[in-house]
């Protein structure tokens, strides 16, 4: 089954980049989504098919994807984005929605 | 604004069941697909089960399979996941999510939006 693999945890002061990875066997063929879950609250999609931002989510919020890499890129980070992050595919060898294990953003 | 509420989740003993119910409005419930995903107490999300809009197409994960069964009734804008034989491994908050509305000409991308969850306890 096809695996998707993210860091446990990321941390980053405020105002600088936050990167959050999201590993997988050539990714980069695949459309990659992802979600920001605050605690105590449902997921909010945040990028969907690799760097397209739903409406609503602000700039600072970008995506992309190559290789065996997808990245979710937070600029500007805010103590508001401190929230744990999904990355997310289909896989259409065993037609199964695949998520990966989660990173948890620090704000320092 | 589209609106997605969980209900039926509660306390249950393992190997008994419990149905779920995501009631979907402003929306047209119909054209879209629907789907399930669970996450236990301190974890990850877990997708469980997809539907497509006409019930033409349903899909479940391997932990679920057998045992879990998803449906949904678009006269009455509901989507419902029937749980049998339920674990231990089971608990969680149950989400219902709507596919997004962003789609391409074969496919729409993620999941959006989602419930509150409803959650699902199994233990004796």
């Known amino acids: 089954s096809y695996v998707l693999t993210q860091p446990p945890s990321v941390s980053v002061a405020p105002g600088k980049t936050a990167r959050i990875t999201c590993g997988g066997n050539n990714i980069g063929s695949k459309s990659v989504h992802w979600y920001q879950q605050k605690p105590g609250q449902a997921p909010v999609l945040v990028v969907y098919?690799?760097?397209d931002r739903p409406s609503g989510i602000p700039e600072r919020f970008s995506g992309s994807n190559s290789g065996n890499t997808a990245t979710l890129t937070i600029s500007r980070v805010e103590a508001g984005d401190e929230a744990d992050y999904y990355c997310q595919v289909w896989d259409s060898s065993s037609d199964r929605v695949v998520f990966g294990g989660g990173t948890k953003l620090t704000v320092l | 604004e589209v609106q997605l509420v969980e209900s039926g989740g509660g306390l249950v003993k393992p190997g008994g069941s419990l149905r779920l119910s995501c009631a979907a409005s402003?929306?047209?419930?119909?054209?879209?697909?629907m789907n399930w995903v669970r996450q236990a107490p301190g974890k990850g999300l877990e997708w469980v089960s997809s539907i497509s809009s006409s019930s033409r197409y349903i899909y479940y994960a391997d932990s679920v399979k057998g045992r879990f069964t998803i449906s949904r009734d678009n006269a009455k804008n509901s989507l419902y996941l029937q749980m049998n034989s339920l674990r231990a491994e089971d608990t969680a908050v149950y989400y219902c999510?709507?596919?997004?509305?962003?789609?391409?000409?074969?496919?729409?991308?993620?999941?959006?939006?989602w419930g509150q969850g409803t959650l699902v306890t199994v233990s004796s």
């Open positions: 402003e929306f047209t419930f119909s054209n879209y697909n």
């Open positions: 098919d690799d760097s």
């Open positions: 999510a709507r596919d997004s509305p962003y789609c391409s000409s074969t496919s729409c991308y993620g999941f959006d939006p």
